[in-house]
T-cell receptor, first 110, second 116 residues
Framework: LAKTTQPISMDSYEGQEVNITCSHN???????ITWYQQFPSQGPRFIIQ???TKVTNEVASLFIPADRKSSTLSLPRVSLSDTAVYYCLVAGNQGGKLIFGQGTELSVKP | GAGVSQSPSNKVTEKGKDVELRCDPI?????LYWYRQRLGQGLEFLIYFQGNSAPDKSGLPSDRFSAERTGESVSTLTIQRTQQEDSAVYLC??????????????FGDGTRLSIL
C-alpha cells in the first residue's frame, strides 16, 4: 500500500487560495489519488479524486504531475468554514480498504 | 436523512464491559467499513464487508473485536472486555461498491467510546 506524506498543519487567511501537496513516491499503476475533508466531531467527507493531470469540481481542484509521485489539492478563496483536516489517500484495488495518514490541519483565519 | 447513521453517538462504559456499536449504511450501498480514530490521529481500518463475500477482518486489533452485517443493511461492531486503550471514535462508512478507487466512501459521524 502506497504511503503518503503531507504537511501536518497549514495556516491561511480568508479569500486566499490554499495548496496542500501530498507525496506518494511508491504509487502503483492502478492507484487513484483521493482527498477527504474532516471537521471536528464529524466523519471524513469525500472532496475529489483523480488519476492524472487535473481534476476540478465545485469544491476544489486536484493537480497530478506526469510521474504521479505527488499531488496538490487546491482550494480557491478559502473561508473560515474550510478550517478542517485534509487527508490525502492513495487507493488501489485492495478491496475497498483506505489507509489514512495524519492529514493536514488547515486553519483559516479572518 | 439519507446519510450513514451511527448509534449511540457517545458511549461511556467501565473497563471490562462489552459494548455494541451500530451502523446503518446508505440504502443500496453494498460495501460497509469500520474504522477507529484515536484523538488527534488519522483513521485506522478495522473491517470491511462487501455483499455476500467473506469480510476483510485484517484490521481488527485483537480477538476482542468482532463485527457482523446482516445482508446489505445494518452492521454491529462488538468490543468485548473493553480496555482503556479502546477509547476512540469508531467510524462507519458505506459505498456503492468495494472499489475505493472510484467509489467514494460516505462516513457517519461516529460513536465516541470512552472507557473508564
Amino acid at each position: 500500500l502506497a504511503k503518503t506524506t503531507q504537511p501536518i498543519s497549514m495556516d491561511s487567511y480568508e479569500g486566499q487560495e490554499v495548496n496542500i501537496t501530498c507525496s506518494h513516491n511508491n504509487i502503483a499503476t492502478n492507484d487513484y489519488i483521493t482527498w477527504y475533508q474532516q471537521f471536528p466531531s464529524q466523519g471524513p467527507r469525500f472532496i475529489i479524486q483523480g488519476y492524472k493531470t487535473k481534476v476540478t469540481n465545485e469544491v476544489a481542484s486536484l493537480f497530478i504531475p506526469a510521474d504521479r509521485k505527488s499531488s496538490t489539492l487546491s482550494l480557491p478563496r478559502v473561508s473560515l468554514s474550510d478550517t478542517a483536516v485534509y487527508y490525502c489517500l492513495v487507493a488501489g484495488n485492495q478491496g475497498g480498504k483506505l489507509i489514512f495518514g495524519q492529514g493536514t490541519e488547515l486553519s483559516v483565519k479572518p | 436523512g439519507a446519510g450513514v447513521s451511527q448509534s449511540p453517538s457517545n458511549k461511556v462504559t467501565e473497563k471490562g464491559k462489552d459494548v455494541e456499536l451500530r451502523c446503518d449504511p446508505i440504502s443500496g450501498h453494498t460495501a460497509l467499513y469500520w474504522y477507529r480514530q484515536r484523538l488527534g490521529q488519522g483513521l485506522e481500518f478495522l473491517i470491511y464487508f462487501q455483499g455476500n463475500s467473506a469480510p476483510d477482518k485484517s484490521g481488527l486489533p485483537s480477538d476482542r473485536f468482532s463485527a457482523e452485517r446482516t445482508g446489505e443493511s445494518v452492521s454491529t461492531l462488538t468490543i468485548q472486555r473493553t480496555q482503556q486503550e479502546d477509547s476512540a471514535v469508531y467510524l462507519c462508512a458505506s459505498s456503492l461498491g468495494g472499489d475505493s478507487r472510484v467509489q467514494p466512501q460516505h462516513f457517519g459521524d461516529g460513536t465516541r467510546l470512552s472507557i473508564l
